[in-house]
């Protein structure tokens, strides 16, 4: 079988999660012996670096790169309020882009295409014109339900109404898109319903985030007790959202009961408001050069997430590591998860305070959660297991 994956970021460099599970499709596919074609969109957030790709990579996907500026601009969100498009999506057109399609399904053939996010969904009316194989949509987030929960906690005023316009135009063109795709692979099954509540009825999978086991041994020697970090993209507005609501609401209760704790922020695009903070006990790290070396250095993740979709790949990653993670409930969205058994689950600033001086007061609180939750992760996040499924999905439809 052979298949062309359509991408908004390429999976190279590793910049976030969703670069991460774009490349375990990808691996997925061509692990079960189907040849892969990769055509990617490439973005000032995340640029085509060649080097970063492992050898082989771009030869064997025959990987096309095309540039298109996807920086917001005012001329253009005002005319998509009076078009009613969801500029979310539409900056993602380019005609390049659009050639590019063209050209690889005239020149090539392919027995099916993965679309991964809304993000390429602009294109599948060319799609359709140049082969009648099955389309799929990979769904990393239900889009419109982020923006409707990052609108609520917004205070009134102009930019709340705009937002709320928006957040209607992309919820309108998700619905809008399910009667153009053939197939859809959610990353989490509470989205998967969703989307069925929405009126999806076609064929349907939920391939969450999967890692390979040796990639992520555990190594607790040099492990700093008393440490807490968050790890993500901070240009990620729920993010943003989430640890500006850590700091204010939660941090100030767990110092004062551990003074010597010491919470390391890491990720990339780190705003200057957080940058610069300098609450007690807060270290600002910005974008780490191995999440894994940085993740297994430290020992209880924080996940304070109040918005959001899809699943988060670095608890996964957390896990596997045999870390304690204290999330709310929103953060651990789609990961299987038991709240005291796997990993802390709280949601009111007291209560995630409490978790995590409950997990600093215990080592063995934290050994035993860190086991608990590798074990998970490999009963229920093992990528050949979900390559396998993919690939019975995915020929299932090609036939």
Same mark, same amino acid.
């Given at each position: 079988?052979?298949?062309?994956?359509?991408?908004?970021?390429?999976?190279?460099?590793?910049?976030?999660?969703?670069?991460?599970?774009?490349?375990?499709?990808?691996?997925?596919?061509?692990?079960?012996?189907?040849?892969?074609?990769?055509?990617?969109?490439?973005?000032?957030?995340?640029?085509?670096?060649?080097?970063?790709?492992?050898?082989?990579?771009?030869?064997?996907?025959?990987?096309?790169?095309?540039?298109?500026?996807?920086?917001?601009?005012?001329?253009?969100?005002?005319?998509?309020?009076?078009?009613?498009?969801?500029?979310?999506?539409?900056?993602?057109?380019?005609?390049?882009?659009?050639?590019?399609?063209? @050209? /690889? =399904?005239?020149?090539?053939?392919?027995? !099916?295409?993965?679309?991964?996010? $809304?993000?390429?969904?602009? *294109?599948?009316?060319?799609?359709?014109?140049?082969?009648?194989?099955?389309?799929?949509?990979?769904?990393?987030?239900?889009?419109?339900?982020?923006?409707?929960?990052?609108?609520?906690?917004?205070?009134?005023?102009?930019?709340?109404?705009?937002?709320?316009?928006?957040?209607?135009?992309?919820?309108?063109?998700?619905?809008?898109?399910?009667?153009?795709?053939?197939?859809?692979?959610?990353?989490?099954?509470?989205?998967?319903?969703?989307? @069925? /509540? =929405?009126?999806?009825?076609?064929?349907? !999978?939920?391939?969450?985030?999967? $890692?390979?086991?040796?990639? *992520?041994?555990?190594?607790?020697?040099?492990?700093?007790?008393?440490?807490?970090?968050?790890?993500?993209?901070?240009?990620?507005?729920?993010?943003?959202?989430?640890?500006?609501?850590?700091?204010?609401?939660?941090?100030?209760?767990?110092?004062?009961?551990?003074?010597?704790?010491?919470?390391?922020?890491?990720?990339?695009?780190?705003?200057?408001?957080?940058?610069?903070?300098?609450?007690?006990?807060?270290?600002?790290?910005?974008?780490?050069?191995?999440?894994?070396?940085?993740?297994?250095?430290?020992?209880?993740?924080?996940?304070?997430?109040?918005?959001?979709?899809?699943?988060?790949?670095?608890?996964?990653?957390?896990?596997?590591?045999?870390?304690?993670?204290?999330?709310?409930?929103?953060?651990?969205?789609?990961?299987?998860?038991?709240?005291?058994?796997?990993?802390?689950?709280?949601?009111?600033?007291?209560?995630?305070?409490?978790?995590?001086?409950?997990?600093?007061?215990?080592?063995?609180?934290?050994?035993?959660?860190?086991?608990?939750?590798?074990?998970?992760?490999?009963?229920?996040?093992?990528?050949?297991?979900?390559?396998?499924?993919?690939?019975?999905?995915?020929?299932?439809?090609?036939?």
């Amino acid at each position: 079988m052979k298949v062309l994956q359509l991408c908004h970021k390429p999976p190279f460099p590793i910049k976030d999660g969703g670069c991460l599970a774009i490349n375990q499709i990808s691996q997925a596919i061509m692990a079960e012996g189907n040849e892969l074609g990769v055509l990617s969109i490439v973005t000032p957030k995340h640029p085509y670096e060649s080097e970063s790709f492992p050898a082989g990579y771009l030869d064997q996907t025959n990987f096309e790169a095309i540039f298109v500026d996807t920086n917001l601009k005012a001329v253009d969100a005002f005319s998509n309020l009076i078009s009613q498009d969801a500029y979310h999506v539409s900056r993602f057109f380019s005609p390049d882009v659009d050639m590019a399609i063209r @050209r /690889r =399904l005239t020149n090539e053939q392919f027995d !099916l295409i993965l679309c991964e996010s $809304i993000y390429v969904t602009p *294109y599948i009316a060319t799609i359709r014109k140049y082969t009648e194989s099955p389309i799929v949509l990979r769904s990393h987030n239900l889009e419109f339900s982020i923006w409707h929960r990052l609108t609520k906690s917004r205070k009134a005023g102009l930019k709340k109404a705009y937002l709320k316009i928006l957040t209607r135009q992309l919820k309108e063109y998700e619905i809008d898109i399910l009667d153009k795709i053939d197939a859809l692979v959610s990353i989490n099954p509470d989205e998967l319903k969703h989307y @069925r /509540r =929405l009126g999806y009825q076609g064929p349907a !999978l939920t391939i969450p985030f999967g $890692i390979k086991a040796e990639e *992520y041994s555990p190594n607790h020697v040099n492990r700093e007790p008393k440490s807490v970090f968050h790890l993500g993209s901070m240009d990620w507005i729920p993010n943003q959202e989430g640890i500006k609501w850590f700091l204010d609401e939660v941090w100030p209760k767990v110092i004062q009961k551990e003074p010597d704790l010491i919470l390391y922020l890491a990720g990339r695009s780190m705003p200057e408001d957080l940058a610069n903070t300098e609450q007690q006990g807060v270290e600002v790290v910005g974008e780490v050069e191995s999440a894994r070396a940085f993740m297994r250095s430290k020992s209880i993740m924080i996940i304070p997430l109040l918005s959001g979709g899809g699943m988060r790949v670095k608890m996964i990653e957390a896990l596997a590591l045999e870390k304690c993670v204290v999330s709310t409930t929103m953060g651990a969205n789609g990961v299987q998860v038991r709240d005291g058994k796997t990993a802390l689950i709280a949601n009111s600033p007291g209560d995630f305070a409490k978790a995590i001086l409950k997990a600093v007061g215990n080592a063995q609180l934290v050994d035993e959660l860190g086991s608990a939750g590798r074990k998970l992760v490999l009963d229920s996040y093992n990528s050949e297991v979900l390559a396998q499924r993919l690939h019975k999905f995915m020929k299932e439809l090609a036939r």
